[in-house]
């Protein structure tokens, strides 16, 4: 089960931070990934990291904005948004799979329901 949280409504230029809880897998062995879905459109790569925190990877429309972390303590990744633009409007969802380079859907074998993030102009 993963559980995603910290989402929100924030202005233009805000931040926020994403958290995604795993519990029923072995979050440590896990490649982490974030996508999210704007009204009307696909769904889309977001960022994401390798099993150990050593490698990220980030959809060029996020660069130098967000960063992606994780606690395998914890069972926890996060997604820290800075700098945030209308266009980062959308559902974001949390994913988990075994496959790296994670940037395409197929890659992950189980997702979490999503947490809205709203940024007003």
């Known amino acids: 089960q993963l559980v995603e949280s910290g989402g929100g409504l924030v202005q233009t230029g805000g931040s926020l931070s994403l958290s995604c809880t795993v519990s029923?897998?072995?979050?440590?062995?896990?490649?982490m990934g974030w996508f999210r879905q704007a009204p009307r459109k696909e769904r889309e790569f977001v960022a994401a990291?390798?099993?150990?925190?050593?490698?990220?990877d980030f959809a060029d429309s996020v660069k130098g904005r967000f960063t992606i972390s994780r606690d395998n303590a914890k069972n926890t990744v996060y997604l820290q948004m800075n700098s945030l633009k209308p266009e980062d409007t959308g559902v974001y969802y949390c994913?988990?799979?075994?496959?790296?380079?994670?940037?395409?859907?197929?890659?992950?074998?189980?997702w979490g329901q999503g947490t809205q993030v709203t940024v007003s102009s």
């Open positions: 990291i390798t099993w150990d925190g050593v490698g990220t």
């Open positions: 029923g897998r072995t979050f440590s062995r896990n490649v």
């Open positions: 994913a988990g799979g075994s496959r790296w380079p994670a940037i395409g859907q197929s890659a992950y074998d189980y």
